[in-house]
């Protein structure tokens, strides 16, 4: 069987539609992160869900609980270097995250940068949110307050990181992380 005869003007197979615009690898690739980091955060804010309610259906408390101040010494030291190392590993994923973006162009627009910026976004999300969750309940306040504000302060520089033109603040809220980072260092004897 023979293919049936095609006119000689006629467009090869796979050709573009004209007018159609061509879509280049690297929008592909901005695409694709954009879904990661949405697919990230929705997954963060669902395991956040999970674990504020109460799987007995009783209505869940408006407060934090109560920190045990009555904590046995081996449980407050077990429970500092288990928040001292679940920090760490937060602290390093977060920051593995965010250096593509910092050493990224500076225009927005580049796709290099757009791609580094949604991978440190949904990095920050899932691991503040993943923190949160599993500080220990008898984690001693020396070591639970700065982390807090660590927390506090990556979720401010991740904030404006998302807004163009807002380095001050994200140079603020750095340094405020790592001011807080030294007091977690000096709480854990790091």
């Known amino acids: 069987m023979t293919n049936p005869p095609q006119p000689s003007d006629a467009a090869p197979h796979g050709a573009r539609i004209p007018g159609a615009p061509k879509v280049r690898w ?16 929705t997954m963060a804010g669902v395991a956040l869900s999970r674990s504020s309610s109460p799987s007995n259906g009783t209505r869940p408390s408006s407060t934090a609980p109560a920190r045990s101040t009555e904590a046995s010494t081996d449980q407050a030291v077990a429970a500092r270097k288990d928040a001292c190392d679940r920090w760490r590993a937060v602290a390093i994923a977060v920051n593995a995250a965010r250096k ?57 520089v991740a904030a404006a990181d998302a807004q163009p033109g807002a380095d001050i603040e ?21």
């Open 170 to 190: 994200a140079n603020a809220a750095a340094t405020r992380s790592m001011t807080a980072a030294n007091k977690i260092k000096a709480a854990c004897g790091m």
């Open 100 to 156: 593509p973006f910092i050493n990224s162009p500076s225009e927005r627009e580049n796709l290099i940068t757009a791609n580094a910026l949604a991978q440190a976004e949904a990095v920050n999300a899932v691991e503040v949110s993943w923190l949160r969750q599993h500080l220990p309940v008898s984690t001693p306040q020396d070591v639970v307050a700065p982390i807090n504000e660590y927390l506090e302060a990556i979720v401010d």
């Open 26 to 41: 690297p929008s592909l690739v901005a695409i694709a992160a954009l879904i990661l980091a949405t697919a990230a955060a």
